[in-house]
């Protein structure tokens, strides 16, 4: 019942890492609580996981400490991964914005790393509830005891893989916070990320005839901006752009001031003013002149809930130009001000987690805690959409496989 290494967590970060530990020679038990291994893999990227992307840097994450992810990024990469993926000869393809899919299932995926472990004597333990973990610490000899509904295990080095709070009912918990907080290592509040953005009832009733649209617009907040679909649904904003937008706007969490709303440019790359001017004189209505860049629908009642039923039934040339600078100014930054998000159910990862000033960016160990290892995302590092929270897995996981 003695292990070199237990892996709490067969997710995608927890059977990197044991594999990896496995291949080193280590004896290596993995835990989870789930009845099915890596369901979080299964149905990500609709079924086809988007695995990681071509282009991958720090850029690409949101932490308190934006250079931690750097070195295990850089130590085991997207080309890494892209060459197991290749070994393995599992089909993929590229789609926008260098994202990499699976041709065929992200079962596949989970086939090879359970594969990968199998072949490295990894040990498993599913469905297994862990109880509790003591640090004993006998002479100089220090073993984490985990008890189990299986059985007490032991082992010299513990390696918290159990993830963050998305969509709980695949099998996420809290776990790894408390765990860390067991251990005095500090964690920053987790909150949902990439994520709808609720919109509060009044704006929501006055946007009522807005939802449905489908627009290729900028969603920007502080120094960030992303161009993409964004969405107008019966709850807030939703599409790609949005749910990019929605991790930068809830790091205002962590901040004091006054919360400031996100801005959606519908008109990327053109300078509404100036294209305005160009049309000032003429006898166009303004709904028609916006429906060359918007579709027609959203562009009319865009223009009455902006600016009422004068922007809709008088010409261009009729309207002030108080009025034209006003609408110029919100086509290029239109404000609206989340009233929250759609929470845990809805995001498809955490911000926050376990303090990147707590671990080592080499090793993933938890300085103050030796033997202690947190990956993936349990850890204060959060990707973009577009396979960056995988490959934080993958590298995070190869790293602690090395060392732990
Ligand atoms: C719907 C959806 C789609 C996604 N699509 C993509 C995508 O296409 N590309 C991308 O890069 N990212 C995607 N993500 C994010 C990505 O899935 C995660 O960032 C990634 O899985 C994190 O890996 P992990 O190993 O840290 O955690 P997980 O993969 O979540 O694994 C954690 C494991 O720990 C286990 N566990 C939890 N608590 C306990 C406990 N108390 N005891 C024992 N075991 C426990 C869980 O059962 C689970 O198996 C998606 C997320 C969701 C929700």
């Known amino acids: 019942m003695h292990f070199d290494i237990i892996v709490i967590g067969a997710g995608a970060a927890g059977m990197m890492c044991a594999a990896q530990a496995g291949m080193r020679g280590r004896r290596v ?20 996981c988007n695995f990681t992307n071509r282009t991958v840097s720090a850029d690409n994450y949101l932490s308190q400490n934006p250079h931690f992810c750097r070195s295990a990024l850089a130590r085991f990469s997207q080309f890494d991964f892209i ?29 090879m790393l359970r594969d990968a472990c199998e072949d490295a004597g990894v040990q498993w333990a599913f469905p297994c509830a862990v109880q509790q973990i003591k640090l004993q610490a006998a002479e100089a000899v220090k073993r984490y005891a985990v008890a189990t509904d299986q059985g007490c295990f032991t082992c010299q080095s513990l390696v918290v893989a159990t993830g963050g709070l998305a969509i709980p009912k695949i099998g996420a918990s809290p ?12 964690v920053i ?45 019966h709850r807030g904003l939703s599409g790609p752009a949005i749910l990019q937008i929605s991790s930068y706007w809830q790091m205002q969490e962590y901040r004091a001031g006054k919360k400031q709303p996100v801005e959606i440019d519908l008109l990327p790359g053109l300078d509404a003013g100036a294209w305005l001017e160009e049309h000032r004189q003429g006898r166009v209505h303004l709904p028609n002149l916006l429906a060359e860049h918007l579709p027609r629908r959203f562009a009319h009642e865009w223009c009455a809930l902006l600016g009422g039923e004068k922007m809709t039934i008088r010409p261009i040339s009729e309207l002030g130009r108080r009025d034209l600078e006003m609408i110029a100014g919100k086509l290029n930054a239109w404000p609206l001000m989340p009233a929250g998000t ?8 955490t911000l926050g987690g376990v303090s990147t000033d707590a671990l080592s960016s080499k090793t993933m160990e938890a300085k103050a805690a030796p033997g202690l290892y947190f990956i993936g995302e349990v850890v204060d590092v959060t990707g973009w959409l577009g396979g960056y929270n995988f490959q934080w897995a993958w590298s995070s996981g190869w790293v602690a496989g090395q060392f732990a």
């Open 83 to 111: 060459a197991m993926m290749d070994k393995r000869r599992i089909p993929y393809h590229e789609r926008e914005h260098g994202q990499l899919f699976c041709d065929e299932s992200a079962q596949e995926i989970i086939d």
């Open 29 to 48: 038990l993995l835990i989870d609580h789930a009845e099915k291994l890596g369901e979080r893999i299964r149905v990500s990227g609709g079924g086809r």
């Open 175 to 186: 776990f790894g916070y408390r765990l860390a907080e067991q251990f005095g290592i500090p």
């Open 342 to 349: 759609l929470g845990f159910a809805k995001a498809e990862v």
């Open 189 to 233: 509040p987790p909150k949902p990320a990439l994520v709808p953005l609720a919109l509060a009832p009044e704006l929501l009733e006055a946007m009522k005839p807005l939802a449905g649209a489908t627009l290729d617009a900028t969603a920007q907040f502080d120094d960030a901006q992303f161009r993409e679909n964004v969405l107008i649904t």
